[in-house]
Nanobody, 121 residues
């Protein structure tokens, strides 16, 4: 079994910064892509950023230039540095990872429980 645990959410003023972390634990052979999603109240969950096992990244247009995704493979952890935050960034942020628990097992997608980010003055 694999667990993803997020941390780092909270309340921040517009133009402020937050750093989210998501640590994977359990029986892990390898982790492929790691992603951050967010879901604002009344909206569908949307992909914010992803990072491959090789370090390639991709971002939603709405966060390009403001958010940075990174990962520490030794710690099985993915980060999301969020700068110049706007009220429209308010949402529950979820991490997602494709995890292989053994060499002969397929990749399975796991989700964290979510962490609230609120941008407000």
């Amino acid at each position: 079994q694999v667990q993803l645990v997020e941390s780092g959410g909270g309340l921040v003023q517009p133009e402020g910064s937050l750093r989210l972390s998501c640590a994977a634990s359990g029986i892990i052979f390898s982790i492929s892509a790691m992603r951050w999603y967010r879901q604002a109240r009344g909206n569908q969950r949307e992909l914010v950023a992803l990072v491959t096992s090789g370090g390639s990244t991709n971002y939603a247009d709405s966060v390009k230039g403001r958010f940075t995704i990174s990962r520490d493979n030794a710690k099985n952890t993915v980060y999301l540095q969020m700068n110049s935050l706007k009220p429209e960034d308010t949402a529950v942020y979820y991490c997602n990872a494709d995890v292989q628990s053994a060499a002969w097992r397929p990749l399975l997608a796991y989700w964290g429980q979510g962490t609230q980010v609120t941008v407000s003055s």
